[in-house]
């Protein structure tokens, strides 16, 4: 830079943005600060350009942080060759590429979700980790992290992207994890510190969140070493004083830990469903229905269902991962595990109660004399409604078929850019996707239509002139807001409004809905994958780090590439009718029978395993 400016008042002065006086005077660089304010700090370089007419001038900048006392020299290799064109060979590994041959818009922005979500990378030395923020309002406004839920929801797809970063992100919720009482926090900022926003300070739904995470990356990968890895709990050097068999800081004493805190302390309801805390998934369900039903007596109601409410969606969620989680523990604590085949039979008895004959309620609060009360059994609200699609409730009920027709009719067929919470409301990626996921178990036609309709594709087609949600977007989007067609939402604590971008969950869950419909998916047994695809499309590629898949009318064949020694089994479905099946992994001939081919290997760092089923149709 020509010159350069670190003091904010000494650049801007008198005329501030509109005519900063360092402008105005044509000053010299000014390159010290004083000391007398808590952020005197600002970076402003000057370039000094002349054009001719018809000329043009590319500018390139790279910015970052160093320690005062530290050299500088790491920047001369920046300024040899061409570092874009580095930059850009070094991206093009780690990202997600998916082609049907047709599909123009998912096969690019696909890619786009995958670079966006690792870029979105920062590093915590308090944590000694890396990590992906939420971002938007939440980081940028707000200046904190939360809730960790999200970044359980990023290791699904960083499991296939970067697996590495997927570890990484594991060990920040197990480092945040508080040594005394096993809770995960709803949020962490700054260096160590830990914040409950003042109403968020029991969550009920993390220690789910974060296992879910765990056995994803476990079987994904086959990273059964990952277990027996140390992570202290917070705040670090303190030891654990959790209840006997939770005791230690292994990955899997936070894994124990994890169940402990789930059953002991969130807890299980009257009626039979996980307790609801101040919040499962949606932050404000108790503090906004007790302040709208309540009114005038909003704090005893917020009270009484923080203590005694309870929540569907956490306990059709739990029905999920609990038996995966077992079956995980089983071989190093079966008692534990055993304990929650247990508990598994009542909630999902609890949670079917739930069901109303078109849809699951959304949960039990408590009035201010701690009476029930039933929460959406009049509407339909979808954050009740994929967890018991996902976990087979519906299915085993033997009302999917129902469930699915009025999510459809009622959320997802009016809405150009996926299923709203409620009619009329916001589309939140992180509900609007997990219906994606849902639908692959009976609809795979619905699953397609889904993923296309939350694409940032689709978004620009039907909202040309809201800019948001094209190239990064917030949480949450509107359809249906008269006065912010296609735009985002805004409270009086979280104005989202303020900073509507660059927030992970939309290119997360993205990836997590493509993964799906590609029918990528770990074993209920943890050993490996399952693979069942259910794209609507004559042939399509998927192509991660982790796992190449090619798909075509008589075959599908792909690469995994692993992370760690150790064995694997991938179970691949065939569509019904084939013949003369013949399924091969690393040349050798594999069981294929009822629709599935059984492809089990050992596996090295680095060796490409190649798999194949193909068959035949028709005479």
């Not at 004083?34 to 018809?54: A, E, F, H, K, Q």
């Not at 990952?226 to 050097?237: I, Q, R, W």
């Not at 459809?408 to 067929?413: G, I, K």
């Not at 993923?451 to 039907?462: G, I, V, W, Y």
Request: proline share 8%; hydrophobic share 40%; net charge negative.
């Amino acid at each position: 830079p020509d010159a350069y400016y670190v003091d904010k008042f000494a650049f801007f002065g008198e005329g501030g943005p509109r005519q900063p006086d360092a402008v105005l005077a044509r000053s010299e660089s000014i390159p010290d600060s004083p000391s007398t304010d808590p952020m005197p700090y600002c970076m402003i370089l000057r370039r000094t350009v002349s054009l001719n007419p018809g000329e043009k001038i590319s500018l390139r900048f790279a910015y970052g942080t160093a320690r005062a006392d530290s050299s500088l020299a790491f920047v001369h290799r920046y300024r040899a060759g061409d570092p874009f064109e580095q930059t850009r060979r070094a991206w093009a590994a780690p990202l997600a590429y998916f082609t049907t041959g047709s599909d123009a818009a998912l096969q690019r922005e696909m890619a786009w979700h995958a670079y966006s979500l690792l870029a979105s990378t920062v590093y915590s030395d308090y944590y000694r980790t890396h990590l992906i923020p939420q971002g938007s309002a939440y980081l940028f406004s707000h200046g904190a992290d939360g809730a960790p839920r999200d970044q359980a929801l990023f290791v699904l797809p960083l499991t296939y992207l970067r697996p590495d970063l997927a570890r990484e992100t594991l060990r920040l919720i197990m480092a945040l994890t508080h040594h005394e009482t096993g809770a995960i926090p709803y949020a962490f900022s700054g260096h160590g510190f830990q914040d409950d926003a003042l109403i968020h300070a029991a969550p009920s739904d993390l220690d789910l969140f974060f296992l879910l995470a765990l056995f994803e990356y476990v079987s994904a990968t086959g990273d059964l070493g990952f277990l027996s890895e140390d992570v202290p709990f917070y705040s670090a050097g303190a030891p654990p004083s959790l209840p006997p068999g939770a005791a230690g800081t292994t990955v899997l004493d936070h894994a124990r830990a994890a169940v402990v805190h789930l059953i002991e302390q969130v807890g299980i309801g009257a009626y039979g469903l996980i307790k609801m805390g101040d919040g499962d998934w949606s932050d404000g369900v108790v503090f906004e229905n007790a302040r709208h039903l309540g009114g005038a007596l909003a704090p005893a109601w917020f009270l009484n269902t923080k203590a005694h409410g309870e929540s569907v969606p956490n306990t059709q969620m739990a029905l999920y991962v609990l038996p995966r989680i077992a079956a995980l523990l089983e071989p190093y604590d079966p008692m534990l595990a055993e304990h929650l085949g247990d508990l598994l039979d009542g909630l999902a008895d609890s949670a079917q109660r739930q069901w109303n004959g078109r849809w699951y309620t959304r949960a039990i609060l408590r009035d201010h004399l701690n009476r029930p009360v039933i929460l959406d059994s009049d509407r339909i609200n979808l954050e009740a409604q994929p967890w018991a699609l996902i976990s087979g409730l519906a299915a085993h009920g033997k009302i999917e078929a129902t469930l699915i027709e009025w999510i459809t009719s009622l959320l997802d067929d009016s809405s150009p850019i996926g299923a709203p919470l409620v009619q009329g409301g916001m589309v939140w990626s992180a509900v609007s996707q997990l219906l994606t996921w849902g639908y692959t178990r009976s609809r795979p036609d619905l699953a397609w239509r889904s993923l296309e309709r939350n694409s940032f594709a689709a978004h620009a087609a039907a909202f040309p002139n809201c800019w948001l949600n094209i190239w990064s977007g917030p949480d949450a989007v509107s359809a249906f807001d008269p006065l912010y067609p296609g735009g985002t939402w805004q409270s009086p604590a979280t104005p989202m409004t303020d900073f509507p971008v660059m927030n992970a969950n939309p290119h997360a869950m993205a990836l997590l809905g493509l993964l799906r419909v590609c029918g990528v998916e770990p074993l209920l047994d943890g050993s490996g994958l399952a693979i069942a695809p259910c794209v609507p499309r004559e042939r399509f590629s998927l192509d991660t780090p982790l796992l190449r898949l090619d798909v075509s009318p008589d075959a599908i064949r792909g690469d995994y590439r692993p992370v760690v020694s150790g064995a694997r089994s991938l179970v691949v479905t065939y569509p019904e009718g084939a013949r003369d099946v013949v399924a091969t992994i690393d040349g050798q001939t594999a069981p294929a029978h009822g629709g599935k081919a059984w492809l089990h290997f050992t596996m090295q760092p680095s060796r490409p395993v190649s798999f194949e089923v193909r068959w035949r149709t028709g005479d």
